[in-house]
């Protein structure tokens, strides 16, 4: 799988919220870091409870992904999400810091975001 190809599946899966979709993009011993302070979900099942727990209360997501910079088996690729939360507008913004198997699949993310209420717009810069 091509990195563009694994970034549209991942916003792809999370506007839809299908924690199937999203654990496919990963290999069965990934490690899925989604805070920094916390412990990995660890291999497809991790990935999977993860997603299903996350996306439960969000609706009406729009997720932007950014250009990913690549170098070798490691990218960079910022988000910028808005949704609803338990009925309030929140946007989401972040980056994954991704690694990469020789066949394209996901073996170790990480991620950094940042929440903030109401439904903001990315700068201008944003994703390049």
């Known amino acids: 799988?091509?990195?563009?190809?694994?970034?549209?599946?991942?916003?792809?899966?999370?506007?839809?919220?299908?924690?199937?979709?999203a654990a496919s993009l990963f290999t069965e011993d990934a490690e899925y870091l989604d805070y920094v302070y916390g412990e990995p979900h660890r291999g497809r099942d991790g990935v999977r409870e993860y997603w299903a727990d996350a996306t439960a209360t969000q609706s009406d997501v729009?997720?932007?992904?950014?250009?990913?910079?690549?170098?070798?088996?490691?990218?960079?690729?910022?988000?910028?999400?808005n949704m609803t939360v338990e009925g309030n507008p929140t946007t989401l913004a972040g980056c994954l810091l991704l690694h990469f198997d020789e066949s394209g699949l996901c073996r170790r993310l990480r991620e950094y975001w940042f929440f903030t209420e109401g439904t903001l717009e990315p700068p201008p810069v944003w994703g390049t």
């Open 1 to 21: 799988m091509r990195l563009d190809e694994w970034v549209e599946s991942y916003r792809r899966a999370w506007e839809e919220r299908d924690p199937e979709a």
């Open 62 to 81: 729009r997720v932007r992904m950014g250009e990913p910079i690549a170098d070798g088996s490691r990218a960079m690729v910022e988000f910028w999400t």
